[in-house]
């Protein structure tokens, strides 16, 4: 179990939810239920998604793209930070 830094903080604040959610759904489905909700049925088809995400290439396929999207100059977005930036 991963107890900090970024790993940590990525399972705390976003795969955890995620995962819970999903949980509820999967019970239901082993139950032969229905899930009685849109975020129900969306929690456990962004969980089944996330699975492509969640092993080494998968983050290694993430990273590459985020370096890709911020090497591209973007001059709005700029303009938004400059925007929104703060002192410091």
């Not at 903080?9 to 899930?35: G, P, S």
């Not at 909700?37 to 456990?44: E, T």
């Not at 998604?49 to 983050?59: A, N």
Request: include cysteine; glycine fraction near 4%.
């Amino acid at each position: 179990m991963i107890t900090e830094g970024p790993a940590h903080a990525i399972e705390e604040n976003f795969t955890f939810a995620l995962d819970d959610c999903a949980a509820d759904a999967h019970k239901l489905r082993l139950q032969c239920k229905v899930a009685p909700s849109q975020k129900v049925r969306s929690a456990w088809s962004t969980f089944i998604m996330s699975q492509c995400f969640r092993t080494p290439e998968g983050v290694c396929h993430v990273k590459q793209a985020m370096l890709s999207l911020l090497a591209k100059d973007s001059p709005a977005l700029s303009a938004k930070y400059e925007a929104l930036k703060k002192e410091g």
